[in-house]
């Protein structure tokens, strides 16, 4: 009878010798012991069918069928067995492979036994929380549906909601204007974008702004009294109906702004705005961590390639420590010029949802930066258009019925281990 207090491993080598080694590693621990042992694909299949092993460790070249054919059957037809992949190559096409065929792990031999039981142990532990997640009944209120009450507060105080990526050029500045001008035309409420990223901002350009405009730099040395009338001073409005709040014009006067200054700003905009929308850049910065610190919601936008894939999961890491974690929400941006990752495979990668996609359609946004306006009101029948709009209603206080319809907010705490060595 196998023990429901272990971790039961199935296994799978073409070389007995390695097959032994592995075992008489995880033999040596108390919480792991061996379900099966395999020497090709097909017998892994066989075996991970029959035993229903809690983690599989999988050689990538085995002579009768490879590592990552039968991790594509396995990871369809037992998805409760997660799939950790040995190789002696660490090459990015291995990786990127065995990731879209639905492994969680990677490791590269001569594999340490510190590494091999860390990574079972870390496979084993998320695969748990990722089932008693998907299992669980959907929170009935957590949509903002609190009742009269948090209605009441969310229409006292304003939503900020801050745009984030760990990697530059991946569309924030054009998502965030967009969202900001669709969020005011479908609520009909004030909104104002930021413009955070504070020494490259490009809201100016992308929204056609006089660079004569003031701009957050006009507050250095007043941020202390700067109430909400004196915050209008130097606020921009823009033809859409949004306020906009510029980023200063040199990185050398970026540098004067402060955290506490930011945290500052943006908590008295929320007592006149419905939305804060705020832009950033991607770093860790003191100043920017306190923008996502005072956010209600930061929005992480991707692309599916896998370079993004690997900064975000290493972002998810950081967010867990920050106590970030609960009010990201992924959208993959671009989301068909993606070079064949799909979003569900990227899902099974970090172990969470990405809730919100946006369609590439770059003809649409040159065409829309040559007029000098935002894609949502030049081609507001563009299904980027219609993306935005999507998002705009899930992320507005009127969305309980866009909420019901709409795909499941976030699920998953944990981002998966996917890249060995990137800890
Ligand atoms: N959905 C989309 N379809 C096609 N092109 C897009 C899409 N979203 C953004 N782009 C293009 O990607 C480029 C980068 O966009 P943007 O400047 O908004 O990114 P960013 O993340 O703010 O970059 P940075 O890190 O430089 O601030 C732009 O040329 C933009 O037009
Ligand atoms: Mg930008």
Known sequence: MPDPEKIRILIVDDIADTRENLAKLIGFEPDLEIAGMASGGQMAIDLAKRERPNVILMDINMPDMDGITATEIIANTVPESPIIMMSIQGEQDYLRRSMLAGAREFLVKPISTDELVNAIRHV??????????????????????????????????????????????????????????????????????????LPFGD????????????????????????????????????????????APPTPEAAELITGANMKHVLEVLRESYAYVIVDTWPSFLEVVLTMLDVADVIITLMTLEITSLKNVRVFMEITEKLGYDEKVQLVANRNDSSGGIKPSDVEASLGRKIPHTIVSDGRTLVLAVNRGVPFVISHRDSQVSKDIFTLAARLSGDEEQAANAAPAKPAQKQGLRLFGGAR
Request: no cysteine; charged share 20%; proline share 4%.
């Open 124 to 197: 084993h532990e998320l695969e748990k929380v990722k089932r008693a997640r998907y299992t669980q009944p959907a929170p009935v209120q957590s949509a903002g549906g609190g009742g009269t009450v948090m209605s009441l507060l969310s229409r006292e105080k304003g939503k900020i909601i801050s745009f984030f990526s760990p990697k530059g050029g991946v569309g924030r500045t054009t998502i965030a204007t967009n969202l900001a001008v669709a969020l005011h035309q479908a609520t009909g409420k004030p909104v104002v974008l930021v413009d955070g990223s």
């Open 203 to 246: 809201v100016a350009v992308i929204l056609n702004m006089s660079p004569k405009a003031k701009t957050i730099a006009d507050l250095v040395g007043s941020f202390d009294n700067a109430d909400a009338e004196v915050l209008e001073t130097v606020l921009v409005s823009h033809s859409t109906g949004i306020k906009v709040l510029l």
